[in-house]
């Protein structure tokens, strides 16, 4: 049985049709890329898997450790263990990012019947991991990415990731807008999280980030639908070579 | 009949007038001048066509007033060294000869001057110079109908006034901060069925600063009046409000803040949520007397509607005589984001949660939750 499942899906947006038959299977240990001109469906997917409204699955089905999710609500996606870090995260002051950390973790671990870890606990467990992620204390006791740099917010999702260990994370552009030394905080983050139990989808413009985190396999998405699919190596192809060459 | 028929309003307001003045006004009346209340009472009480009570229906008020109003007697704890004396302690006289009338004109507030003739208890609250510590000055339990608090800050002095709901009909606090004094007000109001007013006013003095903090839910009929004036230069004031309102509550607040002297600071922050078929009305106005030089005033406002049903009436209001001034307003209504609530749910929180945390969130960008935002107990 495979960790991820999606199969032949069809969504519109606004009516228009952004997938058209998109299939992908991911395997427990597994990192996938999936990279892709701008426009050609990769939020859209990452959004999708997530359940955020708005995003109509015309056909086709998604499917989490055997389980059909493809019209489970976005918290029982999280429950049964999804996680998507956002391209553009959301500011919400006046919530601290300690408190809706906080909030989270609890909210899983009423789902999976465990006990809500001590405010003394998580608190020190918050502490070290965003330490691991060069964040400071600080960025903690300050509202959900309120005042975030473009590279704090990637990192603050980062950070979500890790304290929620997902089932399988779909990483929407995480790698955008980082500078050299946040690119490879992030990816050792992300290299930290790869286990034999869990799975990473990574939706990417560049090749730059798998540099650091190696793919086990690259898709090339297309309008749609995904036009090739291959091993790292596809990625360097693709750097060298442009998308033109797929077209069509 | 064509022509000439009376005016209804006019006619209600001037016999309710009448009755007012009928009614055996008590004996701690002399506390306001009686001569100037029963004056701003004759020459008519406000009703709905007045701008400042276009959103609340004050005649549903007056049918409180006259009715028979409750003597209770009214508790306040204070810390020691803090002196608590009644309006007819002699120890009191000076302060009134030389405070009375000073934070607030009867004329742009004439229910004061019900409150004046009817008042059941009248409590003045002394912090000496240069007094401070930790414990608040504490008003709680049930109270009397008509009730008017003078605190006189000293000089120099810090002290904190915590202000828990009561049930009033009408309530006066009314705050002298001497130079360099700062009073920290906490106001928490519960949801009640009464109909009640209150009127915050008060004086600072230069480098005073005051800070109100008011978290309030909803009533039948609740209106908070806020005058403060920051007479002695360098004075400074923050005045933050939140509110949560259900079902068909209503809370009118009407805030004044007028710089006279130079180098006054204010903020004013609010945030409400409002619900059902409920209706909150904010009023903020900065004046800036000519005069008042290097003048900081702000003030910003934002409602979140949570049904179409909901009522919103939000306005900062400018009145500025001085050019050498900074001041900036924003007011916004809206709803919750949508996108907020996704991203919390793709962390696994239910809808309601994610709901209930925003609010949370909107209302402490005003108040505080050990000011009382957590008493709001807020759920989507
Ligand atoms: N919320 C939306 N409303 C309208 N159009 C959208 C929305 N999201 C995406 N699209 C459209 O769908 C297509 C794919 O967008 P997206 O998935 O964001 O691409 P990518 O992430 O690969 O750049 C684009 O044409 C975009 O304009
Ligand atoms: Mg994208």
Redesign the pocket.
């Known amino acids: 049985m495979s960790l991820l499942e999606v199969r032949d899906l069809h969504v519109n ?2 009516d ?1 049709p ?1 997938l058209k038959g998109l299939d992908l299977t991911v395997e427990a240990g597994e990192v996938h890329a999936v990279m ?1 001109p ?7 997917l990452a959004n999708v898997l997530a359940g955020r409204p ?1 995003y109509d699955i015309d056909v086709g089905s998604i499917t989490l450790d055997d389980e059909d999710l493809t019209a489970a609500t976005p918290d029982e996606r999280a429950h049964r263990g999804l996680f998507l870090a956002f391209q553009y995260p959301i500011e919400i002051p006046g919530v601290s990012n300690m408190e809706f950390l906080k909030a989270a973790v609890d909210a899983h671990a009423v789902h999976t019947g465990l006990s809500e870890p001590s405010a003394v606990d998580f608190i020190k467990r918050a502490r070290a991991t965003a330490e691991q992620l060069h964040l400071s204390a600080d960025f903690l006791k300050r509202g959900v990415n309120e005042g975030f740099s473009g590279g704090e917010k990637k990192r603050n999702e980062i950070l979500q990731m890790l304290l929620l260990e997902p089932r399988l994370a779909v990483l929407d552009e995480t790698d955008s807008g980082l500078d050299i030394d946040a690119l490879q905080v992030v990816a050792e983050g992300i290299n930290a999280f790869r286990a034999g139990d869990n799975a990473i989808v990574l939706v990417t413009h560049y090749q730059r980030l798998l540099n650091y985190v190696v793919p086990d396999h690259v898709h090339v ?1 297309i309008d749609g639908r995904i036009a090739r699919s291959g091993d790292h190596t596809l990625a360097h192809t693709l750097e060298d070579e442009g998308y033109g060459w797929l077209d069509g | 009949m064509a022509g000439s028929t009376a005016d209804p309003a006019v006619a209600t307001s001037s016999a309710l007038a009448r009755r007012l003045l009928d009614i055996e006004t008590s004996d701690r009346s002399s506390w306001l001048d009686r001569a100037a209340c029963q004056a701003v009472i004759a020459r008519g009480l406000p009703d709905t066509r007045g701008e400042p009570w276009k959103y609340t229906n004050v005649n549903r008020w007056y049918d409180v007033a006259l009715a028979t109003h409750d003597p209770a007697a009214l508790g306040i704890e204070a810390p020691d060294d803090v002196l608590v004396v009644d309006f007819d302690d002699p120890r009191t006289r000076p302060l009134t000869a030389a405070h009375r009338g000073k934070a607030f004109d009867l004329e742009e507030h004439p229910l004061a001057a019900v409150n004046g003739l009817l008042l059941d208890a009248g409590m003045a609250i002394v912090v000496p110079d240069d007094w401070h510590g930790e414990a608040p000055v504490r008003i709680s339990d049930d109270g009397p109908s008509y009730q008017h608090i003078l605190l006189v800050v000293g000089r120099g002095a810090s002290i904190t006034l915590v202000e828990e709901a009561c049930g009033f009909t009408h309530r006066i606090v009314e705050a002298v901060v001497e130079p360099g004094g700062q009073l920290r007000h906490l106001r928490r109001q519960r949801p009640t069925p009464r109909r009640e007013c209150s009127l915050v006013a008060v004086h600072l003095d230069r480098d005073a600063r005051y800070e109100l903090a008011q978290s309030s839910r909803g009533a039948e009929l609740r209106r908070n009046d806020v005058v403060v004036t920051l007479a002695g230069s360098g004075a400074q004031v923050t005045v933050n409000g939140a509110w949560r309102l259900i079902d068909r509550e209503h809370l009118d607040t009407q805030v004044a803040v007028n710089h006279v002297a130079p180098q006054g600071f204010s903020r004013q922050t609010y945030r409400g949520v409002v619900a059902d078929r409920a209706r909150a009305v904010l009023n903020g106005r900065i004046h800036i007397a000519a005069g008042a030089k290097a003048t900081d005033a702000a003030l910003n406002t934002k409602n979140l509607l949570a049904t179409d049903s909901a009522e919103v009436y939000a306005k900062p209001e400018l009145e500025i005589f001085e050019s050498d001034v900074q001041c900036s307003h924003g007011a916004t209504v809206g709803t919750l984001d949508e996108e907020a609530v996704f991203y919390l749910r793709s962390r696994g929180l239910s809808d309601k949660a994610a709901r209930a945390l925003l609010v949370d969130g909107f209302l402490r960008e005003a108040i505080a939750d050990d000011e009382g935002a957590a008493r709001l107990e807020v759920v989507a």
């Open positions: 947006v606004d228009k952004i892709g701008n426009g050609s469906g990769k939020s859209t708005g998405l």
